[in-house]
């Protein structure tokens, strides 16, 4: 099977944001408790952070990380988790049922993101509250001193504000699960009021408008419509939220499901510019994609989780190398809407839905989507090009004109080099790609890491790691045009300099 491509300098969607290598820690089961922290852990710092988790974390090179929710913000009372360990409450909480005991908060987790040299995307309860606690708990972060709540982060041993720069604006208000959950109008409202607020405290942090838990959602994309009509004016971005699953066993369909992403970013750019023409704004609202995933192993288990233990293993997923393959094809989709999506996370970093796995014996692990995130966000830095694709193409269940081959190309000005990330869906096939690079004359192959397995189920459990990428990939430069060599059902990063 062939496939063509043309790659040009010239042909550019955008300088990246980073951030689109995001993640997300929400307090849900052992993401904070067992996973980034345990006190007592041999491998555990002074304050209780797990070194070897960090480690993995500082490998990603994640940007910014989502915290501390999830559905658990929305009815998270931020004073719980400041001051003196010892007087911190337990509490019940709601979203998943569990015994919340405060021995992570706002400070802690800050100091975490220091050590992992990553920025914080920090979420305030829309939910159960509203601009009273947003506008307080943006004094504690993020005004120096002199005021009530800026004073009692120096009391509490902060004497520098944290200075947050992102705060979205709630979570998944549109869903019935959500606690506090709203009407499109309802949330408008609020969120509109909220960012005023919040924006008057401090005026250089960027907010994010919720938008739809799902392009699944009855709501969806109405209520991105509605909302924005009420948030424009502050709002920075819009969020979106998508989980892939492949219930039905169907690997190929499977695999088409960056179509899906890719359809879903087309509308929710599309609605943004809608309500931009509507109010006659000069301003353009981007997108933060800051839950994506592929979520489905472990939800039966979930159902028999006995509720209100302290850090129940919930929402472990473990992931297989087809799901590996897919998550390789969502990153190529983002990139390739780098123009407008400007954030997004991986939901979510450690031991929930996660590329880091520890265990209760206090191993850590990497799982099979840990290795197209980190290539993708180690190599996948500088301007974002829109190549022509020429790729034979198949049906699926729920797909029609899915291209065998799925690509995203990047030029790192500064390193003088040309990535090529490049799936191949065909589950029997190698796929050979006549790529001329016509602008990169004398550009070489430096390295051709590939992710391949014979068995689509294949995963990686502590000790054993059935899924790791090779650097022996095929792929050569002819006259001047790479040829590259993807192995069936397989994920690729070429590199050339
Ligand atoms: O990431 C797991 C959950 O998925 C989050 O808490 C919620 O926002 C979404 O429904």
């Not at 472990?316 to 809407?337: I, N, P, Q, R």
């Given at each position: ?83 003196p ?9 709601l979203?998943?049922?569990s ?5 992570v ?11 992992a040299?990553?920025?914080v995307m920090?979420?305030?309860?829309l ?7 947003a506008r307080n ?37 549109d ?5 506090g ?11 509109y ?8 405290v401090?005026p250089?942090?960027?907010l ?6 799902s ?11 509605t909302?924005?009509?009420h ?11 998508q989980?892939y ?6 690997t190929?369909n499977?695999?088409?499901?960056s ?12 609605t ?10 000069r ?14 192993h ?7 989780n ?8 919930l ?37 929930v ?5 520890t ?22 830095r ?15 269940k ?16 500064e390193k ?8 191949n ?17 004398g ?18 459990t ?6 790791k ?6 792929s050569?430069?002819?006259?001047g045009?790479?040829?590259?060599i ?12």
């Amino acid at each position: 099977t062939n496939a063509k491509m043309v790659v040009d300098k010239d042909f550019k969607v955008s300088e990246i944001d980073p951030r689109i290598y995001g993640s997300f820690i929400e307090h849900l089961g052992r993401a904070v408790y067992g996973g980034i922290y345990e006190p007592g852990h041999p491998e555990s710092d002074d304050s209780g952070f797990r070194k070897d988790v960090l480690e993995l974390v500082k490998e990603l090179q994640v940007p910014i990380v989502r915290y501390p929710g999830g559905n658990m913000v929305s009815a998270y009372n931020w004073e719980d988790g400041v001051g003196p360990k010892d007087e911190r409450p337990n509490r019940l909480e709601l979203a998943w049922r569990s015994i919340e005991n405060n021995q992570v908060g706002t400070n802690e987790f800050m100091d975490w993101a220091g050590k992992a040299g990553t920025d914080v995307m920090m979420a305030v309860n829309l939910g159960t509250r509203g601009i009273d606690a947003a506008r307080n708990l943006l004094e504690y972060t993020n005004y120096p001193g002199g005021t009530y709540y800026s004073d009692l982060r120096r009391k509490h041993g902060y004497e520098e504000p944290h200075n947050i720069k992102t705060w979205c604006l709630g979570n998944e208000m549109d869903g019935p699960w959500q606690l506090g959950g709203k009407t499109a109008e309802e949330y408008g409202r609020l969120a509109y009021e909220t960012a005023k607020a919040m924006k008057l405290v401090d005026p250089e942090i960027e907010l994010v408008s919720c938008g739809s838990s799902s392009s699944d959602m009855p709501t969806f994309p109405q209520w991105e419509a509605t909302t924005l009509e009420h948030t424009y004016e502050y709002a920075d971005y819009v969020s979106l939220h998508q989980y892939y699953t492949n219930y039905e066993n169907d690997t190929a369909n499977f695999l088409a499901q960056s179509l899906e992403m890719d359809r879903f970013i087309s509308t929710v750019v599309s609605t943004c510019d809608y309500i931009k023409a509507k109010k006659r704004s000069r301003k353009t609202i981007n997108l933060s994609f800051d839950e994506w995933n592929v979520w489905f192993h472990s939800t039966q288990t979930d159902q028999q989780n006995e509720p209100w233990q302290i850090a129940p293993p919930l929402l472990e997923d473990v992931y297989t190398f087809e799901d590996a393959v897919l998550v390789g094809s969502l990153l190529h989709t983002l990139l390739k809407h780098s123009d407008r999506v400007k954030m997004a996370c991986m939901a979510q970093l450690v031991n929930v839905i996660a590329p880091i796995m520890t265990d209760n014996a206090g191993q850590v692990w990497k799982q099979t989507i840990f290795y197209p995130y980190y290539y993708t966000s180690v190599y996948g830095r500088g301007i974002a090009l829109n190549p022509v694709v020429h790729s034979p193409k198949y049906d699926s269940k729920d797909f029609t004109d899915v291209p065998y081959l799925d690509t995203s190309v990047v030029y790192n000005e500064e390193k003088e080099e040309l990535v090529v990330f490049a799936t191949n869906r065909h589950l029997e096939n190698t796929l050979k790609v006549d790529c001329d690079i016509r602008s990169f004359e004398g550009f070489g192959v430096t390295e051709h890491v590939v992710l391949e397995h014979d068995d689509p189920k294949a995963v990686n459990t502590v000790g054993e790691e059935q899924v790791k990428p090779h650097h022996n990939g095929k792929s050569f430069m002819e006259d001047g045009h790479l040829q590259g060599i993807l192995p069936k059902m397989s994920w690729n990063m070429i590199r050339l300099h």
